[in-house]
């Protein structure tokens, strides 16, 4: 390794000189522009609130189930990382970032890889790679950043050029932060998203008393069937009224269907009384997503769907650190049966977006562009999660482009809780896209200036159309 | 962009210079072979009666759903594009013709823009790149060319140096174009093609009616099994003694099953009557393909299938504009399962050829090539449809090859009905097979004159072998 | 073709030139390295008895299904390539050898073009491309090496540097070779592997037969359920006493579920009585499948799956020229929800080993990679079979190290029975890894010493740590 850790400019960019040559040029028009962030997981309040960072494991280690899974895998204890653990100490802090620091060769050709680097080099001044030897004096100048006002939320979100940034919210939450920003005229937009999935799932144990909270939270009765529904509209327009532009939606299948309305009504009735059975509890779930479908027609929110991943695979962990602890493992999903009787409906409906994401490649070609290159609402959500890096990037372009061009793909979302990673995770996804748009320009399937626009697009135009910012 | 529009001499060609240098070799000794067609759906009266085009809208534009697919999808009607709208009036042609020509950064990346510039450039001397300021010029060029006689269909034939053409017909079709073609002696093959979807789904409601049209035209009574299996043996024959070289099959699956003739015979009478079941037609379907395959072995007709597409999958678009009108959706397919009953039977059986196409792209290094790599009979299909394009076709190559090698794969395929985009289709294959070869080469896995020789064979042997021509 | 036949020393490794010099440096550090096999088919009795090779037909072509396989399809009786023919005269082995070197464009793109060119080159100086016009120079020149000494396997073992080599074993063998080589203190590790398929398939018709060899073998009653898990345990410690570091199970899924011992017992019984319905009997074999993985748990052996094959695909075949002759069809298979039940309980289990491989590609991103990247007993094997070959090795590095790293992969394993192929086979995934990692160095996703050390550590520690060897 060099003597200093320094980042090359050309990262990501194509080896090949010609097209290298291309993508630094495409790239320079893209690497300065704001970043605008559809979908997201940062909690609303470090921003309402400008909470300081309280030290580099907790902001950059505990939380990140990317990088605490590979550790995990390869032997490391969760609790020593500091998951589920409260506050640690700093000695434990030291400890966690040091496991951390000597774990480094994992990541060789990950995405964290990437963006780990990124922050340590451009936001915290880091110039030594990861190691043990190394790990004290990294978390030393971190630790000393975090002190420093330049470093609180605020200011990041102003030397991060973040323009907008949605967050992940229940239907129930009263959207305090959002309205407080707001209140107070910040000058950066941060907008909620309703995220429903537990209270679209009649089988869940649960579900009782989530209609309960439902009902509490909008001032109507979810004693019924008609209730629901309109607790639910209620609270779309309440997120509305505070900023939002879409809805979330991740069930294990993406299967639709439409119930009567008495029906609907029956196995409501039974789910509330808890004596619905798992078939029916699924038919009313697959029939709820219609109904958001619907609603979307009718107040505009931009729908998205992100389904088909098994979630706490290991229940040990589950029992131990709770949710989202790095073992959520994907599953294949169909979309082309299973989406039909919701696009045969609102498909080409006036201003509805549906954004598709997917964990399961294999539908990229088969389904996601072909209905994103003929359906109005139908637009092909860019690489999530587990694929949301450079190679997978690379595949989506392949595989999607060909049928659904560029114009029907959603712009980048970061899809993080990691804050100091959104800088580097969008960097990554303009590399990636300029390297792309290089390729087809040096075989000729595309003019240069052509290229250049689309590059742009990508960046500022295609996430405010399809999320309507 | 250029002053004026040219096409670089190496579009499609890879960018790293040792690899352009020998795909440029490669491509030298295919670009001018010349077209060999089994597969596609140009109407065959076209070319009988040499009927000269209309106009630009009515000729590359209202027919050909890869272009008002994704004019649709970015909020175009479909009719004001001309599709089931009888004759338009010029202005609506030229209306239509601009918004086209508006919309040309939708097919960015796409291979209908690979396929269009290739047209306007090649064929048509157009030189500038379309847009709102160019559509009427462009359109005038583009008329002017029509009207002359160097652009009627037995012209294009020539100048496009297509040796033959496959057309797709209904098995009760009378073939009376290509009797005429081959009456007066036409000096281009011309040949149909068996596709009988319609009469081996015993589960349509039109299915009755369906049996009386074989019947007349076959002259058999198709009132019992016996009689609809000896009627469809009837029409194949006379397929192949006007030219038929295939059959081709697109179900929803590719499932097959045989069933002993009592029970055939049990479930086409139910059929005939209305009373078979949706599981009992299914089998009688999947039995028929079976059937299909052992009337191939008897009769040499080539037999290709092409599965697995949800048709119309937006009914309301159906309604107002009928079929294939850009909302055919792919699914998932299965052949190792589905295809072994009748693998059993006639996998190996003498002469037969069956030729598997798909556009689930998993299925190509999972099952396609082994199937192909081990079985006499079974061929890989090039990329179809919506896969029918560059990086589709290096990725089929990049799974297909390392099983089967290039000698089990079918030749290319344009599967159009735009007549003029096909020796663009053509082309486009050529330069990427000739770009896949060279990589081979400059890695040391191939000898350029093996590859010089393959790359030929991919053109003027392969289809040849496959489709018996 | 150049006039000597010779081979390109930078084979495999990416045309542009910066990434080429650096897959050279690294490949320059790994080339040499021995070869670790821990699992493949060569049988234990060529090693241990020193069994000269006969002849080159019954050596590279007639076991070999890769080969045959493609000869096959276009043509080829098997028989005349000596398949199930015993042993074959002279002049039809030179038959044989001729048909193959005819046949030598059709391996063009696969990867036993590349083997073979290897083995005929490196190991037994053929000068000339295989021909018609070269068969019986080639033939001659290899039957005059196999004359020597220095050809037979143990000479052979070592001019391969082959540290340590698995077999495939069946539970009531009685390891006799291994044995034999124990006993005389062969310098070179020849391990056996355990592979029960057989007997965990209780829908066997067979199964009690094999019931009554396990009784025989491990001299413990298998009448009764706990006898029979008795017996697989004692016969488990049986191999590891032989050497045995890891089972190997290759079932139609990898569903596991687990039943109580009663239900389990009464299923068994029910098994050796013949009344076992087709359910009952595959709900025993899932639920083996997680004993398997108890007993990995308690006796340190690594499990490995290969599943999801259909075996014997063409009856007539088999009847003919019985199991292993090319036509094994692999199927579309299912990790995620299948395995979570054995996972649940066994995923983080100290020392438990769990390598998955998979014909089905497109479980390395969506399942593998992120299983493999969390639990602790997962490792993603490397392509095996089909896909053991560039293009889709690259694939295997593109899919599955942005989730998992390098670390949790399994290292190259060659799973041959064609003993001379082996150098050949670890050749080609020393150089695609190499070049799969300049690549990465060349877009400064990794510093070369990091590749360096990745690179030797794929071939050096990864296949030691894995398999625990």
Same mark, same amino acid.
């Given at each position: 390794?060099?003597a200093?850790? @320094?980042?090359?400019p050309?990262?990501?960019?194509?080896a090949?000189?010609?097209?290298?040559?291309?993508?630094?040029?495409?790239?320079?028009?893209?690497?300065?522009?704001?970043?605008?962030?559809?979908?997201?997981?940062?909690? *609303?309040?470090w921003i309402?609130?400008?909470?300081?960072?309280?030290? !580099?494991?907790?902001?950059?280690?505990? *939380?990140?189930?990317y990088?605490?899974?590979?550790?995990?895998?390869?032997?490391?204890?969760?609790?020593?990382?500091?998951?589920n653990q409260?506050?640690?100490?700093?000695?434990?802090?030291?400890?966690a970032?040091?496991?951390?620091?000597?774990?480094w060769?994992?990541?060789?050709?990950? !995405?964290?890889?990437f963006?780990m680097e990124t922050?340590?080099?451009?936001?915290?001044?880091?110039?030594? +790679?990861?190691?043990?030897?190394?790990?004290?004096?990294i978390?030393?100048?971190?630790?000393?950043?975090?002190a =420093?006002?330049e470093? =609180?939320?605020r200011?990041?979100?102003?030397?991060?050029d973040?323009?907008?940034?949605?967050?992940?919210?229940? !239907?129930?939450?009263?959207?305090?932060h959002?309205?407080?920003?707001?209140?107070e005229?910040?000058?950066?937009?941060?907008?909620? @998203?309703?995220?429903?999935?537990?209270?679209?799932?009649?089988?869940?144990?649960e579900?009782?008393?989530l209609?309960?909270?439902?009902?509490?939270?909008?001032?109507?009765?979810t004693?019924?069937?008609?209730?629901?529904?309109?607790?639910?509209?209620?609270?779309?327009?309440?997120?509305?009224?505070? %900023? $939002?532009v879409?809805?979330?939606?991740s069930?294990?299948?993406?299967?639709?269907?439409?119930?009567?309305? *008495?029906?609907a009504a029956?196995?409501?009735?039974?789910?509330?009384a808890?004596?619905a059975?798992e078939?029916?509890?699924?038919?009313? +779930? =697959?029939?709820?997503?219609v109904?958001?479908?619907?609603?979307?027609?009718?107040?505009?929110?931009?729908?998205?769907?992100h389904?088909?991943?098994?979630r706490?695979?290991?229940?040990g $962990?589950?029992?131990?650190?709770?949710?989202d602890?790095?073992?959520?493992i994907?599953?294949?999903?169909?979309?082309t049966?299973g989406?039909? *009787?919701?696009l045969?409906?609102? %498909?080409?409906?006036d201003?509805?977006?549906?954004?598709?994401f997917?964990?399961?490649?294999?539908?990229f070609s088969?389904?996601?562009?072909?209905l994103?290159?003929y359906?109005?609402?139908?637009?092909?959500?860019?690489?999530?999660?587990?694929?949301?890096?450079?190679?997978?990037?690379?595949?989506?372009?392949?595989?999607?482009?060909?049928? $659904?061009g560029?114009t029907? @793909?959603?712009?980048?979302?970061?899809?993080?809780?990691?804050?100091?990673s959104?800088?580097?995770?969008?960097?990554?996804s +303009? +590399?990636?896209?300029?390297?792309?748009?290089?390729?087809l320009?040096v075989?000729?399937?595309l003019?240069?200036?052509?290229?250049?626009?689309?590059a742009?697009?990508?960046?500022?135009?295609?996430?405010r159309?399809?999320?309507?910012?």
């Amino acid at each position: 390794m060099t003597a200093t850790w @320094t980042l090359h400019p050309d990262r990501l960019l194509p080896a090949e000189p010609s097209t290298r040559a291309v993508a630094r040029r495409l790239y320079a028009a893209v690497k300065d522009l704001p970043i605008i962030s559809p979908h997201g997981h940062v909690p *609303p309040e470090w921003i309402a609130q400008d909470i300081p960072f309280h030290d !580099p494991t907790s902001l950059l280690i505990t *939380p990140d189930h990317y990088v605490c899974r590979l550790m995990h895998a390869s032997g490391v204890d969760l609790a020593d990382l500091g998951v589920n653990q409260g506050l640690l100490d700093e000695a434990a802090f030291r400890r966690a970032w040091r496991i951390f620091c000597e774990s480094w060769p994992l990541y060789r050709g990950t !995405p964290s890889r990437f963006w780990m680097e990124t922050e340590l080099v451009e936001i915290f001044g880091v110039t030594q +790679r990861p190691s043990a030897a190394t790990a004290d004096a990294i978390y030393d100048q971190i630790a000393g950043c975090l002190a =420093r006002p330049e470093f =609180r939320p605020r200011a990041l979100m102003d030397s991060f050029d973040i323009a907008l940034i949605a967050t992940t919210d229940d !239907p129930c939450d009263d959207l305090r932060h959002h309205e407080a920003l707001r209140n107070e005229g910040y000058h950066r937009r941060v907008l909620p @998203t309703f995220r429903p999935d537990r209270y679209l799932e009649p089988g869940r144990a649960e579900f009782p008393q989530l209609m309960g909270d439902l009902a509490a939270a909008s001032g109507i009765d979810t004693g019924d069937y008609r209730g629901f529904i309109a607790a639910l509209e209620n609270r779309r327009a309440y997120f509305k009224a505070h %900023g $939002a532009v879409s809805t979330d939606h991740s069930h294990a299948d993406v299967i639709t269907l439409t119930l009567e309305e *008495p029906e609907a009504a029956r196995i409501y009735a039974a789910a509330l009384a808890g004596t619905a059975s798992e078939d029916e509890a699924t038919a009313l +779930r =697959r029939h709820l997503l219609v109904e958001m479908a619907r609603m979307s027609v009718e107040d505009g929110l931009v729908m998205t769907l992100h389904p088909a991943v098994f979630r706490n695979h290991d229940p040990g $962990a589950l029992a131990a650190y709770g949710p989202d602890t790095g073992h959520d493992i994907p599953l294949a999903v169909e979309f082309t049966r299973g989406l039909q *009787p919701l696009l045969a409906r609102y %498909g080409n409906a006036d201003g509805f977006h549906l954004v598709l994401f997917t964990l399961d490649e294999t539908v990229f070609s088969r389904e996601i562009a072909p209905l994103a290159g003929y359906y109005r609402s139908v637009y092909a959500g860019v690489p999530w999660w587990f694929i949301d890096a450079p190679e997978a990037m690379r595949r989506f372009r392949g595989a999607v482009t060909e049928t $659904a061009g560029f114009t029907r @793909t959603s712009g980048f979302i970061d899809d993080t809780r990691a804050f100091c990673s959104i800088p580097a995770r969008h960097d990554m996804s +303009r +590399r990636v896209d300029c390297g792309v748009l290089a390729q087809l320009v040096v075989e000729h399937r595309l003019d240069e200036d052509e290229a250049l626009d689309t590059a742009v697009a990508l960046v500022a135009h295609n996430p405010r159309q399809v999320f309507k910012l």
